[in-house]
């Protein structure tokens, strides 16, 4: 590769470093009826241990549910919604190559390629939803995104909205959306990527 090519992928590698997006899948059951649901609650089983996160997505989860047309209540609910929230490292190889150097016969020629590998903390939410009656996970939408140590409130809350709003973007399916592929929706096939 030329100075001027490696350059150019350094300065790719740079840009792309700084724009970690959120990587969404969702998953259903084909055979349900999903437009017999109307009515939802929240089912605490404890899997969060900071209250400030989960109070800000069950936040995101209302507003997207109430927009589809679901009615959250207190008591007989159609659906359950239940938030699952880990924190999990994974390790990056970051690849620098300096592009210029001084050659062994006098000449200018490649420069020195560096290699580290660092973790890198990666937060994910999982939302499942589970028939009341037959007591029955129904849908499951994930959401992955690395975790920024310096975020603000504000833009981690940004963060959830975004991650909640692609999750639930082709909510509820629909049966033609259940032709175009087994546990995908319409969203997942549009996007090109592991889910919304």
Known sequence: MST??????LLAVLASAGCSGITTSVDYDRAVDFSRFKTYAWKDVHTVQNEIVENRVKSAVDRALTSKGFRKVETDPDL???????????????TYDSGWGYGYRGGWGGGMTTSTVSEIPVGELVLDLVDV????????????????????PQERE??????????????????????????RDASDRSTGSSGR
């Not at 001027?4 to 992928?9: E, L, P, S, T």
């Not at 924190?87 to 190889?93: G, H, S």
């Not at 029955?136 to 994930?142: D, F, K």
Request: no cysteine; charged share 20%.
């Open 4 to 9: 001027q090519g490696r350059v150019a992928a």
């Open 158 to 183: 940004k963060a959830t909205d975004e991650a909640v709003a692609k999750l639930f973007a082709a909510f509820p399916p629909t049966k033609s959306a259940s032709l175009m592929g087994p546990g």
């Open 80 to 94: 359950w919604v239940v938030e699952h929230i880990s924190l999990n490292k994974e390790k990056q190889l970051t």
């Open 133 to 152: 009656k037959q007591n029955q996970m129904i849908w499951r939408g994930t959401a992955k995104k690395t975790i920024d140590p310096n975020a603000t």
